[in-house]
């Protein structure tokens, strides 16, 4: 009798064929409910190989015996013969069973990154192991209005977990991108490339409030801890600390070698809760460049309640350094932000922003002392590496000395810290422009547009893309639908015929001042710019507009502004030629003389 006959006969093939059946059946079933009781991801695993093992036992056990009406008994035929086959069977089985041990059980593909068996994608970027992403908790307050104190604890609660050795977490500006989005905590997490989630919801109610907070590992999709909290108002610093310590406890294992887990601590800033409220709102109009106005306000009747608030005082300086930029001219702001930051430093001098502040603040004298301004914002960057605004405003000021190159590293730095930094993304689309990387620039502009990001820098934008053939993109940025017909027909005839002189342009330009289209807040030009689009060259290189000139004198287009008076005026007026002298000249640029320079 033939091997095969005899499988048959002895209902190996059946007992095989049915043991397989079920184990499949049973494997879809453990699938579904291990997760439903947050079984470990390990369970599953453990389960699928006892019931591998059960296999090469049930087909000997099939071969070995015999049902008969008597019972179970042992197969009468020739014991040699059956033992053999018997041990032939079991090392076959185990023989695959070692070829396969050390190979994956699975495709890649198929296994979410950072899950065990999973190679390293050759695309993106796979998880981090120690890394975490803190969304932005749910306001359940009867109050819509309490949103922000949400965000202020998911932020709070973010600050205080960066400063956990070991771990990585994800910028604010990328996980605050997922609020009111509905995708699941496993593809938030893929596509931050973060290993755990940390969510929840915040509810107040006066004096009161409850947060319930839950950490979930994303990879293996399951939750680790989770945890809610009735607290009086009072306690809200208090929570933050048992929150992030719960959380490094819960990651013990992933974060250290060491037998117990980092001990974390949060400070009580202040003990008035009223400034808190009011500063977390606050921070919230400023991060969103929301009424920085009357946020300026909110700013000051926080240190008004608490005068001994540092950070009340990092965001009243904050505030008044960039409102300026964005409009504003309701106050001095610059004596403002120059008192606020100094207090702020007073109060603790760890602090990074101050000197970043400070740093802006030297913006307003011309020419600009770029050498103190530079050692400002190094100030600010050694005591926060992570602090995105200083290396955007730190390049941005190479971007006014010329040296595009530092400005691409700064910049660089800041969107990876800040995936989602709109302005860094467009002021590296400007850096990119400036130093002649036309098409690349162009394509990072662009990806603001969709996010409703136009306002920054546009105006540097519109005669690249008029030269390459985007002329109605350009028009449109340019605002040529509101524009005034006087300003817009003469700005028309001369981007379309180069050699046609414009008389009167500077009285042009100052009798549409007040324009909306030439308004910082509103519009996307300013005075130097149409100008220069005019041809009034010398004009343009004595127009003083502190907060938002500059950048201008690097413009390619048109390309004879190039080492024209005008340009070199600005140049000398800021103070750009000055530092040259005493630091160094930028690649493109070199003396010509004791007084004069050329760039290429």
């Known amino acids: 009798m033939s091997l095969l006959d005899e499988l048959k006969r002895r209902n190996v093939v059946k007992v095989g064929a049915a043991y397989l059946l079920v184990a499949w059946l049973v494997v879809q079933g453990a699938s579904i409910g291990f997760p ?77 990154a950072g899950e065990v068996g999973a190679k390293a994608p050759s695309g993106p970027e796979p998880a981090l192991a120690k890394s975490i992403a803190v969304l932005p908790f749910l306001n359940m307050s009867t109050d819509a209005g309490n949103q922000f104190f949400a965000d202020g604890i998911s932020e709070e609660l973010l600050n205080v977990l960066v400063k956990v050795p070991d771990l990585g977490v994800a910028s604010r500006t990328s996980s605050f991108a997922y609020k009111g989005k509905e995708l699941g905590a496993s ?34 999709d399951r939750h680790l801890w989770s945890e809610t909290y009735d607290r009086q108002l009072t306690d809200i610093f208090a929570i933050q600390d048992e929150i992030a310590n719960a959380i490094v406890a819960a990651l013990r294992g992933s974060l250290t070698t060491a037998k117990t887990a980092p001990a974390v601590k949060v400070r009580a800033d202040t003990e008035n809760m009223q400034a808190y409220e009011l500063y977390l709102k606050a921070r919230e109009n400023f991060i969103a ?11 000051q009747r926080v240190v008004q309640l608490d005068p001994k608030f540092a950070r009340g005082w990092e965001g009243l300086a904050a505030v008044s350094a960039v409102a300026p930029s964005w409009g504003e001219s309701d106050r001095d702001y610059s004596t403002l932000a120059a008192q606020a930051a100094d207090r702020a430093l007073e109060l603790d001098p760890s602090l990074s922003m101050p000197w970043g502040v400070k740093a802006q603040i030297r913006e307003g ?39 595009f190159d530092r400005a691409l590293a700064d910049l660089d730095r800041a969107v990876a810290l800040e995936p989602n930094y709109l302005n860094a993304i467009r002021h590296k689309a400007l850096a990119l422009l400036l130093s002649g990387k036309v098409e690349e620039s162009i394509a990072l502009y662009e990806t603001g547009i969709p996010k409703g990001f136009v306002y920054s820098r546009t105006e540097n934008f519109i005669l690249p893309m008029l030269a390459h053939g985007r002329r109605p993109e350009a028009l449109l940025l340019m605002g040529v639908g509101t524009m005034a017909p006087d300003l817009r027909d003469a700005l028309l005839t001369k981007l379309d015929h180069p ?79 000055a530092y040259w002298r005493a630091k160094g000249f930028p690649p493109q640029c070199h003396p010509a003389g004791a007084t004069d320079f050329n760039c290429d």
Do not use: C
């Open 499 to 577: 050699e046609t002189a414009v008389a009167g342009a500077r009285a042009l330009v100052a009798r549409h001042a007040g324009d909306p289209e030439l308004q910082t807040a509103t519009g996307n030009l300013t005075q130097s710019h149409v100008l220069l689009w005019l041809g009034d060259y010398d004009s343009a290189g004595t127009a003083d507009e502190r907060v938002t000139s500059g950048i201008v004198a690097w413009d390619r287009y048109p390309p004879t502004w190039r080492n024209s008076p005008g340009m070199k005026h600005k140049l000398e007026a800021m103070g750009v030629a």
């Open 36 to 112: 439903a009781f947050d079984a470990p991801a390990w369970a599953l695993r453990v389960f699928i190989l006892v019931l591998l093992l059960g296999f090469p036992i049930a087909v000997v056990m099939a071969w070995m015996l015999e049902l008969t009406p008597d019972g179970i008994k042992v197969e009468g035929a020739p014991s040699g013969n059956k033992t053999m086959v018997g041990i032939a069977i079991v090392l076959a089985l185990l023989a695959v069973a070692w070829y396969y041990r050390g190979q994956p059980t699975v495709r890649a593909s198929a296994v979410p």
């Open 289 to 299: 460049r929301r009424e920085l106005s009357a946020t300026t306000g909110m700013f």
């Open 187 to 220: 593809e938030i997490a893929r596509e931050l490339k973060v290993s755990y989630i940390l969510e929840g919801s915040v509810r107040k109610a006066g004096d009161k409030v409850r947060i319930t907070a839950q950490l979930i590992d994303a990879v293996h």
């Open 365 to 403: 004298t011309w020419p600009i002392d770029f050498a103190g301004q530079l050692a400002d914002y190094e100030k600010a960057i050694a005591a926060d590496p992570r602090n995105a605004t200083a290396l955007l405003w730190r390049g941005i000021t190479w971007t006014k000395l010329g040296f």
